[in-house]
């Protein structure tokens, strides 16, 4: 219960001088950036980062005092004598031979690498406790990492940050595939940014969409970096990235514009007043606005080149701190739309609803001479319910067959049909110039063999209860109802007896 | 005004008696407390004064004794309704160590550039009142600064003196959604106490919270018991003029830290004298604390160990009265020795006034006693109850007697 009372203060004798503060340099900065990057296949990737760093020394001993940096996290730094952690949780797999190379990829489940620092004594210990209480900053089952899924790597995980020495005994790995992400997990990773989903960026961040997508990643990143280029001190970097990738067909319907307000249900309103730095960068590299193939609104006004992952690329860049580009009255909503279908072909799919409509997928393709194209669906039989089964299930369900219908070019021109004078077989199909002619071919139906259930349960079920109800009420109705006659021996012989069954039929009373 | 030469031990009170007529004391007042375990008292009639001090330190060092009654009033915040729980349910549990931590909440970046000198503070102000307190525990002090962290209640406008006003009856709701955002401290397993600093966003400033009766609160701040305190902080309306957004606010530390300091106070259970009547009571030092209540908290503390721990012994005794499913092996047999001896020593001690050692004996009592109640080992056999295993051995007998007629 809160209590507002009066407080009877004490005057306290200040020791020193009290007014004159002098302002406190800052100590970290904040810089945010969105990569949004349209992939071949025309999906579209957006990777945010959140970069804080800290300018602190190493070891934090004493009074902590935190801004921008979360205090959940420098507290695990100077508890448990932290050099670097990488944690990631992630849901999908990055496909690389359809989407490019990714910035930085993490393994589907969750993962947890941590250099500690040589001041440790007891590292399996401190790994033991430093997973749990991640386990309860992050809303994850990371409290299962123990000696059964930990390594200590010696040649692949070396420190990401400024290390004098690389002895493995402080390194640990431990990895839980099956971990599912979600938006508990979102939650407190939202938490720990400085402007926390109110400006900036980090408004985009809402979790019914960013779940909606073929890949999430997000991960934690703290390390130490140099504080300049000459390296004379040495600060805390924390990252935050989360790597999305949305699918063209799940959420932009097969058509192939996108924008941020399509993505993200959210535009830009207003910087964060706390970020140094923050900025959206799109990948224009195979867009070029001679060829007009790919149009980016708002026209960019500045532009970044570089070499990437191997290859040169360009990027547009918005700067959000730019007052022309955003400001009260105006949102920034970035749109990229495609003015000509890519080459891949038309594709249209409708997917199935239970009991309304099958699975459709059409789609136009130009085969290259000389090659073997193989198209491969995967598909899921729903259970049926008991009553929808046909009398014969036991022989199977049908897929039915695909048709390829296709303008095969011909190797003799012909002459166009008159309809009236030439042999039936001439003129099934229309043929409107003689250089092509149309072919229409099916695949063979499949018969797929799926476990039915036991029709004859509801048969024994039925015999088993009336069996049972009828032994119980027989017995129960045995002891209502059942009385004892006393009976006299019978005397006499068997003429006696053939005489009183005559009279019993005569109906005269017996002898 | 009193110059005090020595340095006492703990426990322990010294009493200076003068004349009638002395002028060490105003005329008016017949007794002084001091700082540092001395007081004065005003001797009427010679004999006479030695006789009612003599009765007095007997009164008072039967109430101090450890008896039921002492004991049951330590425990006396799990009662419901008591007419001391009000000021038992304010302070924090006896702990081994406590975590303070100092929040800025700025929910408005846009329009206030806030800057707090809390290294500076802390090191004045704070740091010298917990050492001084260094004898109840370990503490540890952080302090953050939350940005868009709003209160969850919207205030209500007065139009009388155009300002904003926190009513008595919201105040409980204030504190929930800011939890979220203040950071339970997930390394470490004390107690935290929360420090709050709110600068109201420019379209609801000035703030002001209200008392029952309707008028404003000469603080501005509130405590919450158990948990921490709340202080609104108002942006001077002149310093809007001169400059654009954001503005830049220098916090005065001295105020805020008069208020977090007397409500730490409170927190502690550092209560209240109550003077008698004619008494001059001296200020505290410069720490902020007088030495005589570190000994009255120290006392207090360690009653309250000492019955948690009786209490947790006798729960468990109990407990393998009625269940006897419970498996006691040797470690949790020699924590509850090692509990029982600290309990006598730390009686002991008490007795003997030594508050010191009587206060670690009886932290150690209160780990001990726990640490056996809530061994994981106690429960391995628990789920076997006597029901189910006459159960097991009596179905197949009885098969096999009716079988054998």
Known sequence: ?511 | MLDEPQEQAEGSLTVYVISEHSSLLPQDRMSYIGPKRTAVVRGMMHREAFNIIGRRIVQVAQAMSLTEDVLAAALADHLPEDKWSAEKRRPLKSSLGYEITFSLLNPDPKSHDVHWDIEGAVRRYVQPFLNALSAAGNFSVDSQILYYAMLGVNPRFDSASSSYYLDMHNLPHVINPVESRLGSSAASLYPVLNFLLYVPELAHSPLYIQDKDGAPVATNAFHSPRWGGIMVYNVDSKAYNASALPVRVEVDMVRVMEVFLAQLRLLFGIAQPQVPPKCLLSGPKSEGLMTWELDRLLWARSVENLATATTTLTSLAQLLGKISNIVIKDDVASEVYRAVAAIQKSAEELASGHLASAFVASQEAVTSSERAFFDPSLLHLLYFPDDQKDCLFFCPISQHSTLVH
């Not at chain 1, 904040?30 to 349209?38: C, G, K, S």
């Not at chain 1, 300018?55 to 050099?83: N, T």
């Not at chain 1, 048969?459 to 109802?481: P, R």
Request: a neutral charge.
């Open chain 1, 1 to 511: 219960m809160a209590a507002a009372m009066p407080l009877a203060l004490f005057v306290l004798l200040l020791l020193g001088p009290s007014g004159w503060c002098l302002a406190d340099p800052q100590r970290d900065s904040l810089r945010e950036e969105l990569v949004i990057t349209p992939l071949p296949s025309g999906d579209v990737a957006a990777t945010f980062q959140f970069r804080t760093r800290w300018d602190s020394e190493l070891q934090r001993e004493g009074v902590s005092h935190y801004r921008l940096f979360p205090k959940a996290l420098g507290q695990l730094i100077s508890k448990y004598s932290l050099r670097e952690l990488h944690l990631s949780f992630t849901q999908g797999f990055w496909r690389t031979r359809y989407w490019g190379p990714p910035f930085l990829q993490a393994p589907s489940g969750a993962e947890l690498w941590v250099w500690f620092q040589d001041t440790v004594t007891d590292v399996d210990k401190s790994w033991k406790e430093l997973s749990n209480v991640l386990s309860g900053i992050f809303c994850a089952s990371l409290n299962f990492i123990d000696s059964t899924n930990t390594v200590t790597p010696t040649a692949s995980f070396k420190p990401l940050g400024l290390a004098n020495d690389t002895d493995h005994y402080f390194l640990r790995y431990a990895v839980l595939p099956r971990e599912v992400v979600c938006t508990e997990n979102l939650t407190p990773w939202k938490k720990l940014l400085p402007c926390s989903s109110k400006a900036g960026l980090s408004v985009l961040l809402k979790a019914d969409r960013l779940f909606h997508t073929s890949y999430h990643s997000q991960a934690v990143h703290i390390r130490p970096v140099c504080r300049n280029a000459r390296c004379t001190s040495i600060s805390w970097e924390l990252r935050q990235t989360l790597s999305v990738v949305f699918d063209a067909f799940i959420t932009g319907q097969g058509k192939k514009d996108w924008s941020l307000f399509r993505m993200f249900s959210r535009t830009l309103t207003e910087p964060c007043p706390l970020a140094s730095e923050s900025r959206v960068y799109v990948d224009i590299t195979n867009y070029n606005q001679d060829n007009e193939t790919l149009e980016v609104n708002p026209p960019p006004t500045t532009t970044y080149q570089d070499v990437i992952l191997g290859t040169r690329k360009t990027y547009a860049i918005y700067d959000l701190l730019d007052t022309a580009m955003i400001n009260n009255s105006r949102n920034l909503n970035i749109q990229l739309k495609w003015k000509r279908p890519p080459e891949n072909g038309y594709i249209h799919y409708q997917p199935a609803q239970d009991r309304l409509q099958p699975h459709l997928l059409e789609m136009l393709i130009q085969l290259p001479a000389n090659s073997v194209t193989k198209v491969s669906i995967q598909f899921e039989r729903a259970l049926l319910k008991w009553t929808e089964y046909t009398p014969d299930p036991n022989h199977g369900f049908y897929v039915s067959p695909s048709v390829l219908s296709a303008l095969v070019p011909s190797m003799v021109a012909a002459n166009p049909v008159d309809w009236e004078e030439s042999p039936l077989f001439n003129s099934l199909f229309p043929v409107s110039d003689g250089s092509n002619y149309f072919v229409r071919l099916y695949t063979e139906p499949l018969l797929v063999n799926l476990p039915t259930p036991d029709f004859s349960m509801p048969y024994n079920v039925i015999c088993l209860t009336c069996t049972v109800v009828a032994v119980c009420y027989g017995s129960f109705y045995n002891l209502l109802t059942r009385t004892f006659h006393i009976e006299e021996p019978r005397t006499g012989g068997l003429a006696k007896r053939l005489a009183n069954l005559i009279r019993r039929i005569r109906g005269v009373p017996p002898l």
